[in-house]
Nanobody, 122 residues
Framework: QVQLVESGGGLVQAGGSLRLSCAAS????????WGWYRQTPEKSRALVAA???????NYAGHVKGRFTISRDNTANTASLQMNSLEPEDTAVYYC????????????????WGQGTQVTVSS
């Protein structure tokens, strides 16, 4: 059974930086894509950044140029480097991975991390 464990959240001042990490553990046949999402009581969960199996990143407009997503296929991990943080970035951040179900089929399952709080003070 696969689990995703997040780390790196915390409290920072506006203009500061944080790096979030997500590690997949268990029996891993292959990770297709990774994504980072964020959610607040006022806004539904929304995609912040994603990276494809080939390493191509995509970003939401409000974080483009400030955040960088990366992956380590050997370690089965993904990271989100967040720079120039703004109070509007305050949210619970969740990592997501689409992972191959077994070694022979084309079926994939979606897994979510437990969430980590990022708070940016003004």
């Amino acid at each position: 059974q696969v689990q995703l464990v997040e780390s790196g959240g915390g409290l920072v001042q506006a203009g500061g930086s944080l790096r979030l990490s997500c590690a997949a553990s268990g029996i891993i046949f292959g990770i297709n894509s990774w994504g980072w999402y964020r959610q607040t009581p006022e806004k539904s969960r929304a995609l912040v950044a994603a990276i494809s199996s080939g390493g191509t990143p995509n970003y939401a407009g409000h974080v483009k140029g400030r955040f960088t997503i990366s992956r380590d296929n050997t370690a089965n991990t993904a990271s989100l480097q967040m720079n120039s943080l703004e109070p509007e970035d305050t949210a619970v951040y969740y990592c997501h991975a689409r992972i191959r179900r077994d070694g022979v089929s084309d079926n994939y399952d979606d897994y979510w991390g437990q969430g980590t709080q990022v708070t940016v003070s003004s």
